[in-house]
């Protein structure tokens, strides 16, 4: 369900997902928002959300993916994705990233439908 009012400045469009302490440190979770997949991850205290299909294989395996130099790499064959941007280091293309804000403890994310060119 979307919160509403939750500290004025547009927060109608964030959605809250799960308390700050259901996140491990640099272990990836799944979320499924309005039918979009998300992988989030907590990395040294900072909460990032990235879409969770990789564009490799279309495999919805983002979220199992290590942590390596700010990316997340995906489980199955290494494809690199920037936690902050979602981009790959080579090239200009990657996953949707997602805005995310914690309110309380809790963590909330924007879901926006941009779509990356393949
Ligand atoms: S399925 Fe992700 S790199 Fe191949």
Known sequence: ????????????????????????E????????DDIEIAVFKVDGEVFALNNVCPHQ??????DGYIVNGCVVCPVHGWMFNLKTGKMPSCNAGLDSYQVKIIDNQVHIKITKKELKW
Do not use: D, W
Request: proline share 3%; aromatic share 10%.
């Open 1 to 24: 369900m979307p919160e509403f009012n939750l500290s004025g400045n547009n927060m109608e469009a964030f959605e809250k997902i799960c308390c700050l302490e259901n996140l491990n």
């Open 26 to 33: 640099r272990q990836g979770k799944r979320f499924i928002i």
């Open 58 to 63: 279309h495999t919805t395996v983002i979220y």
